[in-house]
């Protein structure tokens, strides 16, 4: 075997693997005599251990008594369990699931919305807040808070995305839209992708509160209205007012969470204003999206 790691015609990659190999094989040849001596003494209850060491290249844990082949010392004293010292598991706060839980009915009211008026609406722009919502949706935790936390957002993109299509200036807009440019009803995978990344901001962003830990609610509002005062509002090429319904909702959320009077809504609140943004800036970002917006403005 130590003679193939130098012959011709062996790739490079199979001359390494073979040369640890032999390698290995010495080592355990020059244990061999060691091991030996330590096979004699495998009723001492430490020479398994003490075997496994010597492979290892270590040095051999000490004798323990009775209770040695289920406990030793470190070098600095610390207590190191030998039987059933894997470390527990942390608890999952919140996972995302690839089948989302319309446990509000949500989902399907404003897909059947939609889909009702895709018929005389350009229906791109409501799609997005409706797979925003949907992936909210996709969150689990055991948290009694995750019924707020899921809730609260999806109702205000329902509100965004019918009134998109049922409420002036927008239902006309998206109807003189529908008459230039073809129905497009489905997100592709990088406008998917924005909104993905968003939602699990939020998600992270509310962890303390699914945690039932400490947070500091000021800090949660004071983040919220640094996200309201860089809102997106795009270049003046752009149609400004239906920019303007995702704004006046910011700014309802974070008037909710400063108006509050318990904490955790507050924060979910504060957290509702930075993920609106966050959507927000993902339109803007978007080329299909951006030029929807263009195309709307007279």
């Not at 790691?5 to 032999?22: A, D, R």
């Not at 239906?242 to 910011?250: A, E, G, H, Y």
Request: aromatic fraction near 6%.
């Amino acid at each position: 075997m130590e003679e193939a790691t130098t012959m011709k015609g062996i790739p490079p990659s199979t001359q390494n693997i073979m040369s640890l190999i032999v390698k290995r094989l010495s080592q355990v040849e020059s244990l061999l005599p060691k091991l030996s001596n330590k096979a004699k003494e495998a009723e001492s209850g430490t020479a398994t251990q003490e075997i496994l060491s010597f492979l290892d290249g270590t040095e051999a844990a000490p004798h323990t008594g009775a209770k040695g082949a289920e406990s030793a010392h470190s070098a600095d004293g610390e207590f190191i369990p030998l039987v059933g010292g894997e470390a527990a598991k942390p608890l999952e706060v919140y996972r995302k699931v690839d089948v989302e839980d319309d446990q509000f009915g949500l989902i399907g009211q404003s897909q059947r919305f939609i889909q009702q008026y895709s018929a005389r609406c350009h229906a791109l722009l409501p799609t997005f807040w409706l797979e925003s919502m949907r992936e909210i949706h996709r969150y689990k935790s055991d948290s009694p808070y995750l019924g707020d936390i899921v809730e609260l957002p999806a109702r205000i993109l329902v509100k965004t995305s019918k009134g998109l299509m049922t409420e002036a200036p927008g239902a006309r807009l998206l109807q003189d839209l529908l008459k230039e440019r073809q129905q497009e009803n489905y997100l592709n995978a990088s406008e998917m992708e924005r909104i993905e990344r968003a939602v699990a901001k939020y998600f992270a962003g509310v962890e303390p509160i699914l945690k039932d830990e400490e947070f500091n609610v000021k800090e949660k509002i004071l983040e919220a209205q640094t996200a309201f005062d860089g809102f997106g509002w795009g270049g003046p090429e752009l149609e400004k007012r239906i920019i303007k319904r995702v704004n006046q909702q910011v700014e309802e959320a974070l008037q909710n969470a400063e108006s509050g009077t318990d904490p955790a809504r507050q924060a979910i609140y504060a957290e509702i204003a930075k993920l609106l943004c966050k959507l927000q800036h993902a339109i803007l970002a978007e080329p299909r999206t951006r030029e929807i917006l263009a195309q709307m403005k007279p």
